[in-house]
């Protein structure tokens, strides 16, 4: 019976273990900003993700090409980003040219942490989201 135990802890322990490392590295391995982006039912959902910079644009990374959010953007390519405390406009647009740059700026910008992701989430080579490019429109406007 004990071994029943043990088993069940580590069936359920080792994939909590693993999500939350992913979850931790994450949020502690650079800067994170949060993406107001749309969602099916009309609804907005925010969400915590990586960005990286170069020239006069950045650019972030979540979700595949036919993510609804993503192909939104052709029709309404403005969209909402909270960083350093300031929500400001951008116009964005899937950029998978880019996708091989994204990886490079984030592998220079996020270190150790872009690392780890790759260990755990596979290399950038085999990554299946879509960069999307962003512009900034609109002036910085403090959340608090």
Known sequence: MKW??????????????FFAS????????????VLDR??????????RIWIVDAD????VEHGAPDAHWVTRLSDEP?????????KAT??????PASHARYHELRKAKYGWADQYIELVAGEASECTGVPVRLERVGAAVPTS
Not at 4 to 17: C, D, E, H, N, T
Not at 40 to 45: V, Y
Not at 90 to 95: C, G, N, Q, S, T
């Open 4 to 17: 029943l135990w043990i088993g069940i802890g580590v069936g359920i322990g080792a994939p909590l273990l």
């Open 22 to 33: 992913i979850y931790a590295v994450s949020e502690v391995g650079g800067e994170v900003v």
């Open 38 to 47: 749309a969602a099916e039912d009309g609804t907005t959902s925010r969400v």
């Open 56 to 59: 006069d644009a950045s650019w």
């Open 78 to 86: 403005t969209l909402t980003l909270e960083r350093n405390g300031e």
């Open 90 to 95: 951008y116009r964005a647009a899937p950029d």
